[in-house]
């Protein structure tokens, strides 16, 4: 028998890698979704099977087809409404950070966002 079946681990890390692309927390999901961040640990980790119901709330609060967790496709921002408030240099870190290839560089990228912006916090 050839593996056809997507496990729960695989589907966790689509999980993971939409709710990062979202620069949403496990907290923040786990509110959306209506259970606990823990859970939301586990769903990632593959440590927990995902019911039909849940799978379709957390594909709701990702704004993802449920079907996209059963695809190896490139995980992608969801699009933002063009917000007339942007200024010119926040519409070209969101256009430029759209053009960004991989999941990967776009962690990178947010990783290096959220230490500057401890270094320097708004008061």
């Known amino acids: 028998m050839s593996k056809n079946i997507i496990t729960?681990?695989?589907i966790g890390a689509v999980i993971r890698s939409h709710r990062q692309a979202l620069g949403l927390s496990q907290e923040q999901l786990a509110e959306k979704v209506g259970v606990s961040y823990q859970q939301v640990q586990r769903y990632e980790n593959g440590m927990t099977t995902l019911n039909v119901e849940n799978m379709q709330r957390?594909?709701?609060?990702?704004?993802v087809s449920p079907a996209s967790f059963f695809t190896a496709q490139e995980v992608h921002a969801a699009?933002?409404?063009d917000d007339p408030n942007r200024n010119a240099d926040e519409k070209t870190?969101?256009?430029l950070f759209k053009k960004l290839p991989t999941a990967a560089d776009k962690k990178l990228v947010i990783s290096v966002i959220r230490r500057f912006s401890k270094k320097f916090p708004t008061k």
Do not use: G
Not at 58 to 63: C, E, K, P, S, Y
């Open 8 to 10: 729960s681990t695989e």
């Open 58 to 63: 957390i594909a709701r609060a990702l704004d």
């Open 79 to 81: 699009p933002t409404p």
């Open 93 to 95: 870190v969101l256009r």
